[in-house]
């Protein structure tokens, strides 16, 4: 019929009235996944990549190796096409050596990795003060940061160059920022 793999089809059942089609045949799911083609990191620290094969509309998730996990960082909507796609995504590297990967879940909700590509960074590493803190906790410069508190559970998360701490209760705390942890006393 002169069609190639991946082409847009639409099917329209005409009918009459009263007359109703009792089955309509719903092909599987595509057998391939999606197919990365390429992936870079550029010196903007934009994330690059190319994909092949997408039959549907995917979410891919980029992830980044921080505080000896990977952390969800973004997200990006699949264009959708079977043909070559490409995408970009910018990203806030940590001090030293860094580690970033693009995720997506198929059809049938199974995950898929892209491969790790690493980087290294030119930012200086930022500090943390004061140890003890009333309302403000300063990093010194732009970066991903998670607060926990002494139960390990997650208090704050976001991005910055300080960390508002005035409605914390009293107590130890954790920070996860760049590519290192400090403890902190909210007074």
Request: glycine residues 8%; positive net charge.
């Amino acid at each position: 019929m002169g069609f190639s793999e991946g082409d847009p089809i639409q099917v329209q059942i005409v009918h009459h009235l009263g007359c109703t089609p009792k089955t309509i045949y719903n092909p599987p799911a595509p057998k391939k996944s999606v197919e990365l083609l390429a992936m870079e990191v550029d010196s903007t620290y934009t994330l690059r990549w190319k994909t092949k094969g997408e039959a549907y509309t995917y979410t891919y998730i980029i992830e980044q190796f921080r505080w000896n996990k990977w952390v969800r960082i973004g997200e990006v909507s699949a264009q959708g096409n079977y043909q070559e796609n490409a995408y970009s995504f910018q990203l806030l590297p940590h001090s030293g050596e860094n580690q970033v990967r693009v995720k997506y879940y198929s059809i049938q909700q199974q995950p898929h990795l892209s491969k790790t590509v690493k980087f290294s960074s030119g930012t200086i590493q930022p500090d943390c003060w004061p140890k003890q803190v009333k309302d403000t906790l300063h990093l010194g410069s732009e970066t991903l940061y998670e607060v926990y508190d002494t139960g390990g559970n997650m208090v704050m998360k976001g991005s910055g160059s300080y960390v508002y701490c005035k409605k914390l209760p009293k107590g130890v705390y954790y920070i996860n920022y760049d590519n290192t942890s400090k403890e902190f006393i909210k007074q």
